[in-house]
């Protein structure tokens, strides 16, 4: 059973820092993509960043370019995200996803199969 769960959220001030984890585990599959997503109230979950597990290829929102990294531990099955110079804009629950079988990132939730819990990042203005 594929599982996820994220941490790192909280509450911070605009132009600070968080760095969000996403530990994964019970995976098959020999190719995927673990992307972060976010959903703010009201809105529709949208993706922020992706990273493949061919090549470590990296995926990024154009709203977060330059802001935030994505990056991954394998031998820990740990994806993080790591979100500098926080906007309030950024406020929103934050999910990692997993697709099986995807050999290159994507932002498309729909194309993620797995999802965890999600942590809530508040950014004040």
């Known amino acids: 059973e594929v599982q996820l769960v994220e941490s790192g959220g909280g509450l911070v001030q605009a132009g600070g820092s968080l760095r969000l984890s996403c530990a994964a585990s019970g995976f098959t599959f020999d190719d995927y993509a673990i992307g972060w997503f976010r959903q703010a109230p009201g809105k529709e979950r949208e993706g922020v960043s992706s990273?493949?597990?061919?090549?470590?290829?990296?995926l990024y929102a154009d709203s977060v370019k330059g802001r935030f990294t994505i990056s991954s531990d394998n031998a820990k099955m740990t994806v993080y995200l790591q979100m500098n110079s926080l906007k309030p804009e950024d406020t929103a629950v934050y999910y990692c996803?997993?697709?099986?079988?995807?050999?290159?990132?994507?932002?498309?939730?729909?194309?993620?199969?797995?999802w965890g819990q999600g942590t809530q990042v508040t950014v004040s203005s």
């Open positions: 996803g997993v697709s099986g079988g995807l050999r290159v990132g994507a932002l498309n939730p729909f194309l993620f199969d797995y």
């Open positions: 990273i493949s597990s061919t090549d470590d290829t990296t």
